[in-house]
Each structure stands twice: as C-alpha cells, then as structure tokens.
C-alpha cells in the first residue's frame, strides 16, 4: 500500500469514530496495518499527512504500531 492509501483507511477510521474514540481508532489502524506501515516506504508522518489529520497524531499512529507486536484487534 501506498501513503495515499493507508491514509486514506485511516482518515475513514478516525472519522467514522464513535465519540471520544477517535485516537483509539489511530491506534486500531497502527495495529491494524503495522505490517503495511513497516513495509512500505512511506513514513508515519506522510501517511498522517495523507489521512487530512493533524500532524501531531504520529505518535498515536507510533504507539499503535508498535502495540501490533503484542496485542491481536477483536471483532475485526
């Protein structure tokens, strides 16, 4: 996947949020696609830029990616 993509997954992520979710869902996405972010060429920070985020969600999306080593997302 591209930045343009993965952005894009997670702009839909964070705006379909239920209240007070919005940051849990970046961290969903950094599980969800740790394997894609890790694989691609694209950094943390122009995959939040694609997204339409603020820039000051990449530690979120850091924290996420990092947490897919050890946790499996339910009902997904």
Do not use: D, W
């Amino acid at each position: 996947m591209n930045n343009r993509e993965l952005g894009g997954k997670l702009r839909e992520m964070y705006t379909n949020a239920s209240k007070g979710e919005a940051v849990a869902m970046i961290h969903l996405f950094g599980i969800k696609y740790a394997a894609e972010i890790n694989n691609s060429e694209c950094s943390k920070k122009e995959i939040i830029k694609a997204s339409g985020i603020s820039e000051s969600y990449v530690t979120e999306l850091t924290k996420g990616v990092k947490l897919a080593e050890y946790v499996i997302p339910k009902n997904q």
